[in-house]
């Protein structure tokens, strides 16, 4: 039997989602909490891969289950029980909102359709919000950076804004949704949705985006940095305390 598992975390601890030899992640916490409450070895997989330091207002993961756990007798798992067990074990920092069975066909990564990422900045000193945004002090045009993240849904294929040497097939993506949203008079998060993203993908194009609102780049050299496909002529990474993985479509 399969099911999905819906968490959230505070990434600031980890080494990303996936299992690293040099340090904690949240999938090595998830599958020894679940390995320890089903008493069995469970591998859990992830819709994605959130790089180190990156937070996650919505993940899902999935793991297969076909044995007995308390009273089960073969019975589909309790999900309530299981949830409520798992965030008694698991660290403060990683919360599970639910667990559901569903069917064996279903790929918490491949299955699914969107994910959206939020990256959040402020431009005036916040000491609640040191961990959680990225605080700039320039001016910005965020009309003119709203300009250029339109342009994004006009382009499929973003090497531009892909680590440099990352193991990817292709770096064609889909984005359907880019935008600037102002929160208050000094804070503000880009908010951007595809079907798929490559890796540190979303603070190169914030990074790129800063550029265009600080006047570095034109609006056409924008669109050049996305055609020529080169990761040194786009914008900087940028903080990753400032990610979050903020939903997940199915």
Same mark, same amino acid.
């Given at each position: 039997?399969?099911?999905?598992? !819906? ?5 600031? %601890?980890? $080494? ?19 390995? !320890? #409450? ?11 891969? +959130? ?9 899902? /993961? ?9 009273? @089960?007798?073969?019975?589909? #798992? ?8 798992? *965030? ?23 299955? /699914? ?16 919000? %040191? ?5 700039? $002090?320039?001016? #910005?045009?965020?009309?003119?950076? *709203? ?6 849904? +006009? ?6 804004? &892909? ?9 064609? &993506? ?11 008079? !000094? ?5 951007? !949705?595809?079907? %798929? ?5 979303? %603070? ?10 600080? @006047? ?25 305390? /400032? ?5 997940? +479509?199915?």
């Amino acid at each position: 039997m399969r099911y999905f598992i !819906t968490l959230s975390y505070d990434g600031a %601890r980890y $080494h990303g989602w996936q299992i690293q030899p040099n340090g904690p992640s949240v999938q090595e916490k998830l599958q020894w909490a679940l390995s !320890t #409450l089903l008493r069995q070895e469970i591998s859990v997989t992830g819709a994605g891969r +959130t790089d180190a330091g990156v937070h996650a207002s919505m993940m899902v /993961a999935h793991f297969d289950f076909s044995g007995e756990w308390g009273e @089960g007798d073969g019975q589909p #798992l309790d999900g309530r029980q299981l949830a409520y067990k798992l *965030n008694r074990l698991l660290p403060q920092d990683i919360a599970v909102q639910e667990v559901r069975q569903v069917s064996n066909d279903l790929h918490a990564r491949f299955s /699914a359709t969107s994910r959206t990422y939020h990256y959040y900045i402020h431009t005036v000193k916040d000491p609640f919000l %040191r961990d959680r945004s990225c605080e700039l $002090h320039y001016p #910005l045009d965020f009309e003119k950076m *709203n300009e250029a993240a339109a342009i994004l849904m +006009t382009y499929e294929d973003f090497g531009a804004f &892909c680590k440099a040497h990352a193991d990817v097939k292709t770096t064609i &993506c889909h984005i359907t949704a880019a935008w600037w949203h102002q929160t208050s008079p !000094t804070t503000w998060y880009f908010e951007i !949705t595809a079907n %798929r993203f490559l890796r540190n993908m979303v %603070r190169a194009v914030v990074g790129t985006l800063i550029d265009v609102g600080r @006047g570095r780049l034109s609006l056409d050299d924008f669109r050049k940095v996305i055609e020529g496909k080169r990761r040194t002529e786009a914008g900087e990474s940028m903080p990753a305390h /400032a990610l979050f993985l903020e939903n997940i +479509t199915y």
